[in-house]
C-alpha cells in the first residue's frame, strides 16, 4: 500500500465573489482568512462580530495533485480525510465523489478509474452551515428546540458540527469549516483496512486479545490476518467479501501486568501488531501497531440505601474519580494542536487528577489525546457529540448518527484509558427548558430514546460490550426520565445552584452527591489575559469589550455580588481580578472537599471546566494561554492523594482526612486556633490512624466554643506522620466571611535560594512580617509564572517558589527576579 499524504497549501475560493487565497489544510476557512489579512483577530475586542458572516456563506477548498507509476498501478485506490466540517461535496476530477454530513465520521471514497497520470483535482465545496441548519429546520414536522447564547447561530443541533461552535457561554460563534486531522490518497492491492482493533477480554481461563479486522474489497476473496503481542502470533485465512465485511482473531495471553489509573499502579502498555495479506501477493501487508493495556473496568450502579451507587471499579478496586470537564482548545480548529493538548493533559496530572471528561458540545479528541491518557493513566469520561437541545429522530439524521457512532467507537475502543461511553450532555434535561418540550414531553422522549438508545446505546453495547455505557449526563441510570441536576441520590449530577442560583458556598454542604460530573464557578481572566484581548479604558469589568468576553448573560453580576458576600471592595481593575479567581477558588475547594470526606457514599468530583476555547471570563481553571488560575493551584491541593481539610459547616467546624494511598497512615493531627497576627491562640492534638481507602471526620468542635470570636481568628491543621505514613499539606480556614475579618497588611520579601538554584527554574524563598493569605506572585517583564500560588504564608515560614518560564522563553537569573517579583494576597487587594 502505498499513502500520499495531501497536507499542505490548498487554494480557498468564496464561490459569492470568486476571490481566492491559501489555506493550510489540516486547517479551517477562518484561520485562512486571519492568516490573509481579509478577517481581524476575532479575540481581540469585539471582533467576533466581524467573523459571523463566515458560517453563512459556501466555500470551496481545492488543490492540484500529480499522479504517476507505481501509485497508479495499484488495483485500487481511496481518498480518505478523517474529519471534513460539515455539509460538503466532493469531487475528484469534476466528478461527484461523495458527500459529507458529519465531521465526525471519516471520509472514504473509492476513486479508482478516476485518479489519471499526470495532474489531478481535487475539490471540496463546503456549504453554508448556518444556512445548511436554517434549511433542515424548515422541514422539520415540529419544532427541535435547542439551547442559544448571547451570540450564536440557530439550529445547530440540526446539522453533525462541534455545537460549541455556534457559541456558548464560554465561547465565541466561529461557524467556520474546513478539514481537520488528515487527508490522504492510499493505493493498494486486495482489501482495505478500514479499523484494526485489539481488544482484552478476561474470560474464565484467562486474558485474551479479540482482534476485529474490518475491510472493503472491491471482490471476494482470501485474506491472511495475523496478529502478534508479547513474542506470541496467530494467523488465519478469512474470506473478504465485496463491500465491508468483519473478521475476528484470537489469541490467549498468558498473565500480562494489568494497567491502572495514574495513582493506582503502572500504566502498562504492551505492542500489539495486527497485520492483512492476501495469498496472490503476501509481501504486501497492511500493519497497523497498537499498544494495548490489559485491565478491567466496571461502573458500580447499584441500589444502595440511599439510592443507586455510581462508582469506578477498575480491576477489582473502586477509583474516586478527580478531575475536571474538557472542551475543545480552541474556537479555531488550525490551532489544534496534539502539543497543546499535552500540555493542558499534563495540568491536569499535576492537579492530581485521575479522569477527565470529554464534554459533549464539543469534539471526540485526536489520537495523540487518548494516546496521552493511555500513557499517564489519566481515565477519559467520553461524551457523544449531543449537548444542550433535543435533536431529530428521522431516519436521515439517525443514518448519520449510527454512522459516527461505529466510526468513533472503532477508532477509539483500543484506549485502556476510555472508562465510559456517555449519550450526551444535559439533553434530557433540555426537555424541560422550551415552551414547545414542556406542551409535548411525551414526543421529545420518544425523539430521545430513539437517538439515545435505539442508537447510540445499541452500537455501543455491539461494538464495545466491556467498556461501561451511560445513558447521559447527568442521569440516574438507564431507563429514569428525570434531568438528575438536584438529586444526589442516584447515579452522576450536576450541581449548579451555587452558580445559577447565586447561593452560598455552603450550599455545596447541603448536597451528598453520588458523583458529580459538573459544577463550577466563574473567574474574570487574569490581568495578562485581559491585556491579550483589551486595552486602554476597556480594561474595566463592566466595559463593552470585557462584557464581550463575559458569555454567561448573569455572569459579572454572579462574580461582582459574591464578591461582596464575601470579600471587601478591590482598590481596582487588577485587584478585582485577582478576587475573582480567589472566590472561584474558594467556592471549588468547599465542594471539592467536602464531597470528597463523603466517600464511599460519594465517589466521583469532576468540575466544569479544565480550559478554554478563547481569552475570557469563564468556569476553567487554565487560562486559554496554559496559564493557570488559583483554582488549578488549589485543584493539586484538594485532590492530592491524601488530604486534610478543615470544613466549617453551620455552627461546627471539624477536620477530615482522606486517604486514597492504599496503604493505612498514622500520626497526631495538630489543629491550631491563630490570631491574625498568626499567635496560637489554642491548639488541640490528638493520635489518628486511618485505612487505606477511607475517608473520616477525625475532630470536631463548635464556632461558639472557640476562646475566640470568628472574626479575630483562623484555623490551621496539621497531620504530623509516623515514620513510614505520607503527611498532607496543612489545611487552613477562615470561621466566618473574610471582610469581617481585619486583617493586617503583610510586607512579603523574596530572596535567591542561596545553594543549588536549577538556572532553569529559577528559585526564590518567601518571608512575610504577617500573615498573608493567598499569594500570587507575579513577575513584571517577565511571560513566566510560579510553580506555587494561593496558599497562606505565616511569619517565621519559609515557602519556596520556581519560576515556570513560558515557551520558548530564557529564564532570567533568580537574582534579577527578586526585583520584577509582586505579590498579590487578600489585604493587599483592598489597601
Not at 447561530?153 to 467556520?176: E, F, V
Not at 499498544?291 to 439510592?307: C, K, M, Q, S, T
Request: charged share 25%.
Amino acid at each position: 500500500m502505498i499513502l500520499i499524504d495531501l497536507g499542505g497549501t490548498w487554494t480557498l475560493k468564496r464561490p459569492s465573489d470568486g476571490s481566492t487565497r491559501p489555506i493550510a489544510v489540516p486547517g479551517d476557512i477562518a484561520s485562512a482568512l486571519l492568516d490573509s489579512g481579509e478577517l481581524s483577530d476575532p479575540y481581540r475586542g469585539q471582533a467576533e462580530l466581524d467573523a459571523l458572516w463566515i458560517g453563512r456563506e459556501d466555500w470551496i477548498i481545492e488543490r492540484e495533485l500529480t499522479l504517476g507509476a507505481p501509485f497508479l498501478d495499484h488495483e485500487r485506490i481511496f481518498l480518505e480525510a478523517d474529519s471534513i466540517d460539515t455539509i460538503a461535496q466532493v469531487t475528484f476530477n469534476g466528478t461527484v465523489i461523495g458527500e459529507s454530513r458529519n465531521m465526525f465520521t471519516r471520509f472514504h471514497a473509492d476513486i479508482t478509474g478516476l485518479a489519471r497520470p499526470g495532474v489531478n483535482t481535487l475539490c471540496i465545496l463546503i456549504r453554508s452551515p448556518e444556512l445548511s441548519a436554517r434549511a433542515a429546520a424548515a422541514e422539520l414536522p415540529y419544532p427541535v428546540p435547542a439551547s442559544v447564547y448571547p451570540v450564536s447561530s440557530p439550529h445547530r443541533n440540526l446539522i453533525r458540527k462541534a455545537q460549541c461552535m455556534s457559541g456558548w457561554d464560554w465561547g465565541p460563534c466561529i461557524m467556520t469549516g474546513g478539514v481537520y486531522d488528515g487527508i490522504r490518497l492510499a493505493a493498494l492491492d486486495g482489501p482495505r483496512v478500514l479499523y484494526a482493533n485489539a481488544r482484552p477480554v478476561r474470560g474464565p481461563d484467562g486474558w485474551k486479545l479479540a482482534c476485529d479486522f474490518t475491510l472493503d474489497a472491491a471482490r471476494t476473496e482470501e485474506s491472511i490476518l495475523g496478529a502478534s503481542i508479547m513474542g506470541m502470533r496467530v494467523q488465519t485465512t478469512a474470506k473478504a467479501s465485496v463491500g465491508i465485511s468483519t473478521h475476528r482473531l484470537e489469541l490467549d495471553v498468558p498473565d500480562p501486568e494489568l494497567w491502572w489509573p495514574v495513582g493506582y499502579g503502572r500504566q502498562t502498555l504492551y505492542e500489539a501488531r495486527l497485520e492483512v495479506s492476501t495469498p496472490e501477493r503476501p509481501e504486501n501487508v497492511q500493519a497497523i501497531v497498537k499498544l494495548v493495556g490489559f485491565r478491567e473496568i466496571r461502573l458500580v450502579n447499584e441500589p444502595d440505601d440511599a439510592g443507586r451507587s455510581m462508582a469506578f471499579e477498575v480491576n477489582g478496586r473502586r477509583i474516586f474519580a478527580k478531575g475536571a470537564n474538557w472542551i475543545p482548545q480552541d474556537a479555531l480548529p488550525s490551532r489544534w494542536s496534539d502539543d497543546r493538548a499535552k500540555g493542558l493533559l499534563d495540568s491536569a496530572l499535576q492537579a492530581n487528577m485521575n479522569m477527565i471528561r470529554v464534554w459533549g458540545g464539543g469534539r471526540y479528541e485526536s489520537d495523540a489525546f487518548y494516546d496521552h491518557c493511555d500513557r499517564t493513566g489519566l481515565l477519559v469520561w467520553q461524551d457523544f457529540m449531543f449537548s444542550c437541545a433535543t435533536y431529530p429522530s428521522d431516519e436521515d439524521f439517525l443514518s448519520t448518527v449510527a454512522a459516527e457512532v461505529r466510526h468513533q467507537v472503532r477508532r477509539l475502543s483500543d484506549h485502556p484509558s476510555i472508562a465510559l461511553w456517555c449519550g450526551n450532555n444535559e439533553d434530557l434535561g433540555a426537555i424541560a427548558w422550551f415552551d414547545e418540550t414542556r406542551r409535548h414531553p411525551a414526543r421529545y422522549i420518544e425523539d430521545y430514546e430513539r437517538l439515545n438508545e435505539g442508537v447510540i446505546g445499541r452500537l455501543v453495547r455491539e461494538l464495545d460490550p466491556d467498556r461501561p455505557w451511560w445513558p447521559g449526563s447527568p442521569s440516574a441510570g438507564a431507563g429514569d426520565y428525570s434531568d438528575n441536576w438536584h438529586s444526589d441520590a442516584s447515579g452522576d449530577m450536576h450541581y449548579w445552584s451555587v452558580w445559577h442560583e447565586g447561593k452560598p458556598f455552603s450550599a455545596y454542604l447541603e448536597v451528598r452527591p453520588r458523583l458529580c460530573s459538573e459544577f463550577g464557578f466563574q473567574s474574570l481572566p487574569s490581568s495578562q489575559s485581559a491585556r491579550s484581548f483589551a486595552d486602554g479604558e476597556q480594561l474595566s469589568v463592566t466595559s463593552p469589550v470585557m462584557e464581550r468576553h463575559q458569555r454567561h448573560p448573569k455572569g459579572n453580576e454572579l462574580i461582582l455580588s459574591t464578591m461582596h458576600r464575601y470579600f471587601r471592595m478591590p482598590a481596582g481593575f487588577t485587584q478585582t481580578l485577582y478576587l475573582s479567581q480567589v472566590q472561584q477558588a474558594m467556592a471549588i475547594k468547599t465542594a471539592a472537599e467536602y464531597w470528597r470526606s463523603l466517600m464511599p457514599h460519594c465517589m466521583g468530583v469532576l468540575y466544569w471546566q479544565l480550559n478554554d476555547v478563547w481569552p475570557c471570563s469563564s468556569w476553567s481553571s487554565v487560562e486559554y494561554d496554559g496559564r493557570w488560575k488559583l483554582l488549578h493551584y488549589e485543584a493539586r491541593r484538594f485532590f492530592a492523594p491524601i488530604l486534610l481539610a478543615l470544613i466549617v459547616q453551620g455552627e461546627t467546624v471539624r477536620a477530615s482526612l482522606v486517604n486514597e494511598s492504599g496503604n493505612p497512615i498514622s500520626g497526631e493531627l495538630l489543629v491550631a486556633l491563630r490570631d491574625f497576627t498568626g499567635s496560637v491562640i489554642s491548639e488541640f492534638r490528638m493520635a489518628c490512624r486511618i485505612e487505606g481507602d477511607e475517608a473520616r471526620d477525625i475532630w470536631e468542635t463548635t464556632l461558639s466554643g472557640l476562646p475566640a470570636a470568628v472574626d479575630r481568628c483562623f484555623a490551621t491543621a496539621e497531620f504530623l506522620p509516623d515514620p513510614g505514613s505520607q503527611a498532607p499539606e496543612r489545611a487552613w480556614t477562615f470561621l466566618t466571611e473574610p471582610k469581617r475579618c481585619s486583617l493586617p497588611s503583610a510586607t512579603i520579601r523574596a530572596v535567591p535560594r542561596t545553594d543549588g538554584n536549577d538556572p532553569e527554574s529559577p528559585e526564590l524563598v518567601l518571608s512575610t512580617d504577617a500573615p498573608a493569605f493567598y499569594i500570587l506572585p507575579e513577575f513584571e517583564g517577565h511571560d513566566g509564572y510560579s510553580s506555587e500560588a494561593g496558599f497562606l504564608l505565616l511569619p517565621g515560614e519559609r515557602q519556596s517558589i520556581h519560576y515556570v518560564p513560558a515557551s520558548g522563553e530564557i529564564p532570567p537569573e533568580a537574582h534579577a527576579l527578586t526585583s520584577s517579583v509582586r505579590f498579590m494576597h487578600l489585604r493587599a487587594s483592598y489597601d
